[in-house]
């Protein structure tokens, strides 16, 4: 469905310049390790400037066993993990997308993949649960997200002063019906954990293609390294301009990639190429 007159109207007001950080991590078998690794990070991207930070899929678990995810699962609301991501957030007065973590599910053997974005008061926002579950196989390597995930069914933006923010975690990224049905976004933020294998060959260029067609900023924070479990995440975050323009990016380990959204750079370029507009379905 095109986007409506209040949304293209909203869209084209003039936004404020914002600068935001992609926090690329290697996650290990260990929560509280992971924590203060994703707090020095934190650290770091608040000393640059930052004051929207997001932190990569599974940041807080890569366990050994795709199982580990289900024993530290969390109620919504209640958890160490979520009072991480609520008093970092406050602490350092940012938005705060926290990656994916483990809410309890339906099915008492599976989780929901679900980000949490909080406020720069610590408040709990948005919540949106990962919709479509990875599965692959090639040779050796093989993986089956619905083995232990729920899948969610509602897809998900919020408002902050900069504009609108879509919500989506990795192997959303190839369903670009997905980020149609969030309507017109200023920013799509997508924490991922792409393999190597995969991510070598398609990440790249499915987060630029999102950038170009949905004409908003593209804020990519992944995984990158060898893992405990074996496993090689691609890595490779980054943002993206409207413009299919890469501002910064991280290929591999441990990392920041921090850039500033410019609203009058998005404006003009939805000014000069009126895709949005032009939409027919």
């Known amino acids: 469905m095109p986007p409506s007159t209040s949304e293209l109207t909203a869209a084209s007001q003039p936004v404020p310049t914002l600068r935001v950080a992609a926090l690329q991590m290697v996650s290990t078998p260990r929560v509280d390790e992971n924590l ?21 899929e599974y940041f807080a678990i890569m366990g050994m066993s795709d199982r ?6 969390e109620r919504a609301g209640n958890g160490p993990i979520q009072d ?3 008093a970092s957030a406050r602490e350092h007065g940012v938005w705060l997308i926290g990656g994916s973590l483990p809410l309890w599910a339906d099915s008492p053997d599976k989780v929901l ?3 949490l974005v909080y406020d720069p008061h610590g408040q709990c926002v948005a919540r949106y649960d990962k919709i479509h579950l ?9 993986y089956d997200e619905s083995a232990t995930i729920e899948a969610g069914r509602q897809p998900v933006a919020f408002s902050m002063p900069f504009g609108r923010v879509g919500l989506s975690i990795c192997y959303d990224l190839r369903f670009p019906e997905l980020y149609r049905a969030l309507g017109v976004t200023e920013l799509l933020v997508i924490p991922a954990a792409f393999t ?7 990440w790249e260029i499915l987060l630029r293609a999102r950038a170009i ?6 804020l990519a924070v992944a995984q990158g390294g060898r893992h405990e479990n074996g496993r090689e995440t691609h890595g490779n975050s980054m943002l993206i301009d409207p413009w299919g323009t890469i ?4 290929l591999k380990g441990r990392g920041v990639v921090i850039g500033d959204l410019d609203g009058g750079r998005l404006a003009e370029i939805r000014a000069s190429l009126p895709a949005l507009r032009h939409r027919v379905m």
């Open 68 to 73: 580990d995810k289900v024993r530290v699962r």
């Open 134 to 142: 990875f599965g692959f196989r090639q040779g050796a390597e093989a």
């Open 247 to 250: 501002v910064d990016r991280k």
């Open 213 to 218: 067609e949905n004409q908003c900023y593209v």
């Open 84 to 86: 991480f991501l609520a």
């Open 113 to 115: 993949n679900s980000s």
């Open 196 to 202: 190597e294998t995969t991510g070598r060959a398609h």
């Open 36 to 56: 203060r690794t994703a707090a020095a990070l934190m650290s770091e991207a608040v000393a640059q400037g930052a004051e929207l930070l997001a932190l990569p």
